[in-house]
Every structure is written in structure tokens, then in C-alpha cells.
Nanobody, 121 residues
Framework: QVQLVESGGGLVQPGGSLRLSCAGS????????MAWYRQAPGKERELVAH???????EYSGSAKGRFTISRDNAKDTVYLQMSSLKSEDTAVYYC???????????????WGQGTQVTVSS
């Protein structure tokens, strides 16, 4: 079994910072890419940032310049450093990983349970 467990969410004031972590555990053979998504109330889930196994990154327009995604391949962990937070960043943040559990297996998508980020004064 594979688990992705997020941590680091919470309540922060506008302009503040938070660092999210997502640790993978279980039968992970290799991870292709890892990403952070978010879903605000009444809205669809959207991609925030994405990082490949080689460290190449991509960001949504709203995240670019304010958020930084990074990963520790040895720990199967991805991070999202968020700064200059705005009220519109309020959402449940989900970790996503495309990984395989054996050397010959197919890559499949796995999701974490989500962590709430609330930006409010």
C-alpha cells in the first residue's frame, strides 16, 4: 500500500507564509513527478505546482513568484513553500504523485488526504 500524508496547513494572516510537506510511504519503487493541487469551496481542483524527478518545476499563474515547490527524492517527500499569501489562496491543498510500486509496474496517480490552508486576518 502507498500513502501520501500532507502536513503544515493551518491559519495564516494575509502576507504570511506556510510550508506544506507531503511524505510518501509504503511500497514505492520510483516516483516520476510530484505535484500540489488545491480546491477552494465551490471550485474545481486546480494544479498549483509540479516537479519532476529531475527537479524541473512548473507553476500556475497565481503561484508563480510566491510559491516554491521542492522535493527530497531520498525521502519521497515534496514541499510547497508559500509566501505572500492572499485570501484567495484559501483552499484544501492536495499532494499528488505519479509513481510505481514495482520495477515493471505501470505508473499510477496517488493522492493525499488534503490539508486545509486558510488565509484570513
Amino acid at each position: 500500500q502507498v500513502q501520501l500524508v500532507e502536513s503544515g496547513g493551518g491559519l495564516v494572516q494575509p502576507g504570511g507564509s506556510l510550508r506544506l510537506s507531503c511524505a510518501g510511504s509504503g511500497s514505492i519503487f520510483s516516483i516520476n513527478y510530484m505535484a500540489w493541487y488545491r480546491q477552494a469551496p465551490g471550485k474545481e481542483r486546480e494544479l498549483v505546482a509540479h516537479i519532476t524527478s529531475g527537479g524541473n518545476t512548473e507553476y500556475s499563474g497565481s503561484a508563480k513568484g510566491r510559491f516554491t515547490i521542492s522535493r527530497d527524492n531520498a525521502k519521497d517527500t515534496v514541499y510547497l513553500q508559500m509566501s505572500s499569501l492572499k485570501s484567495e489562496d484559501t483552499a484544501v491543498y492536495y499532494c499528488n504523485a505519479r509513481l510505481r510500486t514495482t520495477s515493471s509496474g505501470w505508473y499510477k496517480d496517488y493522492w493525499g488526504q488534503g490539508t486545509q490552508v486558510t488565509v484570513s486576518s
